[in-house]
């Protein structure tokens, strides 16, 4: 049977450590402009004798050097049943050999942040799901917050996002806009790999040439297709820099016939193909119309009237 402890530390994911002392505390908290008490949950803890005083970066183990500061500093972590969990803990610092002074790594850390690492995945995971307000207001954190918090948690799963540039074959270029439509972003996808590859802010040759610029001249040959609308831009870029490529204006319906299983039409191209077809449909439908008419004119074959004389009409 787990203990009730080993079942809590295991909820908000505290592994390898002592939890020293924990409490129920209930503080003043201000929520637009008025103040509530909020129940929070302290946790004193420390990690266990093998991971304490290590370098963050090794991992090799050293006497401690010195502390940080004075009092314990603090880290949220996950909250249990809407009650926010609070870890404190007297950081140390070590002296590494290689690495010079850092504080020690601890086990319950994401790098800098002051939120646990189990904590910025359900922020960031929350934050593509729904509005950075509602984020804020559940998880009881600063608007601004959320933003570090996706920060950290991308920071430690793609420290590196230029590795994203690397072996592209067929890209796809499109600006978009935000923000009530009034702030353009220029956004390049690989649609090999399903991902977006970079994203800049505002649009025109500069923006491109500027990511074009970031690939070497062995990765700019090796790009076979460039796909986007019919932008003057896309085509200068491409004719300067992917000397290989291939351009596709037409882009829905090309890169759906190359990539049925892999690209998505969205509601755009549905659209636009049900309009057309149904505009075709309409067009012959008129030229029916006036055939039947004929038709028609001919078979009630009326006989062909000659005015004899015109009485009470003025002769201009
Ligand atoms: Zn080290």
């Not at 203990?3 to 929520?31: G, Q």
Request: hydrophobic share 40%; aromatic share 12%.
């Amino acid at each position: 049977m787990a203990s009730l402890l080993s079942i809590l530390k295991n909820v908000i994911n505290l592994n390898r450590v002592h939890v020293e002392k924990s409490e129920i505390v209930t503080v003043p908290e201000r929520h637009f402009g008025e103040i509530y008490e909020e129940k929070r949950i302290y946790i004193w803890l420390r990690p266990i004798r093998r991971y304490q005083s290590r370098c963050p970066i090794c991992g090799k183990k050293y006497h401690g050097y010195d502390y940080r500061s004075e009092e314990e500093s603090w880290w949220r972590a996950s909250n249990l049943n809407g009650i926010p969990v609070y870890l404190f803990y007297r950081r140390q610092r070590i002296e590494c050999a290689e690495h010079g002074v850092h504080a020690e790594w601890i086990p319950w850390a994401d790098g800098e942040s002051r939120f646990t690492e189990s904590f910025n995945n359900e922020v960031a995971w929350m934050a593509l799901q729904m509005s950075k307000l509602a984020v804020s207001i559940l998880m009881g954190i600063n608007w601004r917050t959320v933003g570090n918090c996706i920060k950290a948690a991308h920071n430690r799963i793609e420290p590196d996002v230029s590795v994203r540039l690397h072996g592209l074959r067929r890209i796809c270029v499109d600006e978009t806009s935000y923000r009530k439509g009034h702030t353009y972003i220029t956004v390049v996808y690989d649609m090999e790999r399903n991902q977006v590859v970079w994203v800049h802010p505002d649009h025109g040759k500069e923006v491109f040439e500027a990511f074009c610029q970031l690939l070497s001249k062995e990765e700019q040959a090796a790009i076979e297709i460039v796909a986007g609308d019919g932008a003057k831009w896309i085509d200068n870029c491409t004719k300067e820099y992917f000397p290989n490529a291939t351009r596709f204006g037409m882009v829905y319906l090309v890169l759906k016939l190359l990539f049925w299983n892999s690209f998505t039409a969205g509601y755009a191209p549905m659209m636009i193909s049900v309009f057309f077809l149904g505009g075709l449909l309409l067009s012959f439908l008129g030229f029916l119309g006036e055939y039947v008419m004929a038709i028609n004119i001919r078979v009630m074959n009326r006989p062909l009237v000659v005015e004899e004389e015109r009485i009470n009409f003025s002769l201009e």
